[in-house]
């Protein structure tokens, strides 16, 4: 399995943005709506995000073997009096990719900085009721449910259930620990 590292946004990204944010199959198992965008409005939001930012984390995945970027794994809504952030998600672009473990690692890595570096106790996350596979990955570094919140999305025609999950930085070392 190649192993993953993961990196500030550029705005040399723009090509592979612009084709994981215009991928309709990928927006399927993501909670948020798929809207065309077009380069131009990409490379505005590519700047955008690419700036530093003490309210979001926006990072892309990398393979080791390569430096190839193979997905995005963005923290927003920070919010540093109780000390958390929302994980918007993890998208892996290409199913070559998917299915190796590759987002997982890239989580375990983003919850890492998030916590360790950053000092934030608690990453929240909304993921779709039929996600299962996001689920298990989250499960896999630690989340729990923490709640099931009725038809919060809209998704191709219909209103879908979204589950949420968090983690705590106590829960966080004590797994650590646990290994």
Wanted: proline share 2%.
């Amino acid at each position: 399995m190649d192993e993953v590292f993961l990196r500030t946004l550029h705005n040399n990204d723009l090509e592979n943005t612009h084709l994981w944010h215009s991928g309709q199959e990928i927006y399927r198992s993501l909670v948020g709506s798929f809207g065309y965008v077009s380069q131009d409005a990409e490379k505005g939001l590519l700047e955008k995000k690419a700036e530093y930012s003490k309210d979001e984390i926006n990072l892309v995945v990398c393979l080791v073997s390569n430096d190839q970027a193979i997905g995005l794994i963005p923290v927003c809504e920070i919010d540093w009096i109780p000390r958390q952030g929302h994980l918007t998600g993890f998208l892996i672009d290409d199913p070559e990719h998917q299915g190796k473990g590759h987002g997982a690692k890239s989580l375990n890595l983003m919850l890492k900085h998030c916590i360790k570096d950053l000092g934030l106790n608690r990453i929240w996350s909304h993921i779709l009721i039929e996600n299962e596979i996001s689920l298990k990955v989250f499960k896999k570094c630690g989340f729990h449910v923490e709640g099931h919140l009725k038809q919060q999305a809209f998704k191709d025609g219909y209103f879908r259930d979204v589950i949420l999950v968090g983690l705590c930085a106590e829960d966080y070392f004590s797994l650590k620990e646990a290994k």
